[in-house]
């Protein structure tokens, strides 16, 4: 494309950065982000959000903030990928206090950013700001990542009979729901 003269557009640069963020290619990233840059799509929310998910699934956590501390607008996705980004890199504090300001600026968050959010709560132990994590989940707790997320956080968080309880009342129970039940159990009789 580029050899035969044809610039970009916003289409094709969330293509080619999502590309990036499956390779984990980060220094091809920077190229393009470079372009974008050049060709003034980085205000675009979508080309904003890929850029942003990008740096995050390359492990670039300081340059994911600075996109998203410049996006104009913020997406409940842009917000998902932040608080994911922290929670994955070990930054589980971080990313519930970024969760607090989102629910600050009112953003509704989804089941994306639930996971997000439950995974901070477990890569800290967090069991109290998790159960209170819970409880905004009306309804929400029946879809199946949430439902594997809440068990998971309950049993590695050490409270087995939360554990239990969301374990009993999902639909459907997929071999991740079993594996952190066990994990869940075999913790507690080492513990």
């Known amino acids: 494309?580029?050899?035969?003269?044809?610039?970009?557009?916003?289409?094709?640069?969330?293509?080619?950065?999502?590309?990036?963020?499956?390779?984990?290619?980060?220094?091809?990233?920077?190229?393009?982000?470079?372009?974008?840059?050049?060709?003034?799509?980085?205000?675009?929310?979508?080309?904003g959000s890929c850029l942003d998910d990008m740096y995050a699934k390359c492990g670039s956590i300081e340059d994911a903030w600075l996109v998203f501390s410049s996006m104009p607008t913020r997406t409940v996705v842009s917000w998902s990928i932040m608080i994911m980004a922290y929670a994955k890199s070990g930054q589980g504090q971080k990313a519930l206090d970024l969760f607090q300001e989102m629910q600050q600026e009112q953003m509704p968050p989804d089941n994306a950013t639930f996971v997000s959010v439950l995974t901070a709560c477990t890569s800290i132990g967090?069991?109290?700001?998790?159960?209170?994590?819970?409880?905004?989940?009306?309804?929400?707790?029946?879809?199946?990542?949430?439902?594997?997320?809440?068990?998971?956080?309950?049993?590695?968080c050490g409270s087995i009979e939360d554990a239990c309880r969301v374990f009993k009342n999902l639909a459907r129970h997929t071999i991740v729901t079993w594996n952190a039940m066990i994990n869940g159990y075999v913790n507690v009789d080492l513990g």
């Open 126 to 156: 967090a069991l109290e700001q998790g159960r209170h994590i819970h409880a905004l989940l009306i309804g929400l707790d029946a879809d199946a990542f949430v439902g594997n997320c809440l068990v998971d956080m309950y049993a590695k």
């Open 1 to 47: 494309m580029q050899r035969e003269a044809v610039s970009p557009d916003k289409f094709a640069f969330i293509a080619v950065l999502k590309a990036c963020a499956n390779l984990a290619a980060l220094e091809e990233g920077k190229q393009v982000h470079n372009q974008v840059r050049q060709s003034h799509c980085e205000s675009d929310i979508f080309v």
